[in-house]
């Protein structure tokens, strides 16, 4: 598996403010992927982060709140844009397709962000 | 679209009972994926399941992937207190031809010493 870090590990934010969020693996992986995790509850995929081109979002978030980036193959950023205290949970990366691997689906998962905005 | 249905959604079992849980589709299903969350931490694979009827095992676990490709089951044998978390199904649909993921509810999972 890849070693997958996440900074800030916690933060507690300001209504209006906006708070970016990092994800860098160990090792060249094929997809990236961003989770929210709302307390007590599973997880729901927030974007697709393609490198080198536009996130691909899923139906209920927009790039305009969620815009996120991928300038290579071992890094990705989440922003989450003007919180909103109903933005509080656990923000996740995972990724998938290792390099080297063959092309099984295993999505592995960064360890959170937990994001409180006030 | 796809939806999960994991169940139970929490067991309480006594350190060295064996506990079962399982995740039922409508759909068809190319991987099952068996996570842990533990408090505070991201999920954590624990089994990975990629043909109907497939049966897996790591250590005290044990998953199987249904010959109808809409259900798996995770089995724990011989409970023991790190087992505490929540346990989560995921799944990638057949459908769609993409590598996204769909994941169950979760289950609760406390052991009493």
């Known amino acids: ?30 997809m990236m992927f ?14 697709t982060a393609n490198q080198g081109s536009e996130a691909t979002y899923e139906s209920g978030f927009v790039i305009d709140k969620f815009p996120i980036s991928r ?10 844009s003007n919180m909103s205290p109903e933005d509080s949970s656990i923000y996740l990366c995972s990724v998938d397709g290792l390099a080297g691997r063959s092309s099984y689906n295993e999505q592995f998962f960064g360890p959170g962000t937990r994001l409180t905005v006030l | 679209g ?17 506990v079962s849980m399982n995740c039922t589709s409508s759909s068809i299903f190319n991987t099952w994926l068996w996570y842990k969350q533990d408090p505070g931490e ?18 005290r676990l044990t998953a199987q992937f249904g010959i109808t490709r809409k259900d798996s089951f995770l089995n724990i044998s011989a409970s023991i207190p790190s087992d505490v978390g929540i346990y989560f199904c995921a ?13 169950g509810k979760g289950m609760k999972l406390t052991v009493n010493p």
């Open chain 1, 1 to 30: 598996s890849a070693v997958i870090s996440q900074k800030p590990s916690r933060d507690i934010c300001q209504r209006g403010t906006s708070l970016t969020i990092q994800c860098q693996v160990d090792s060249q992986v094929t």
């Open chain 2, 42 to 59: 991201g999920p954590v694979l624990l089994i990975a399941l990629y043909k109907a009827g497939e049966l897996t095992s790591n250590g």
């Open chain 2, 91 to 103: 799944g990638q649909p057949s459908q769609g031809g993409s590598e996204k993921l769909v994941f």
């Open chain 1, 34 to 47: 961003w989770y929210r995790q709302q307390p007590g509850q599973s997880l729901t995929l927030i974007a």
């Open chain 1, 71 to 80: 300038p290579n193959l071992t890094f990705s950023t989440l922003t989450v």
């Open chain 2, 2 to 18: 796809q939806q999960l249905n994991q169940s139970p959604q929490s067991m309480f079992i006594q350190e060295g009972e064996d």
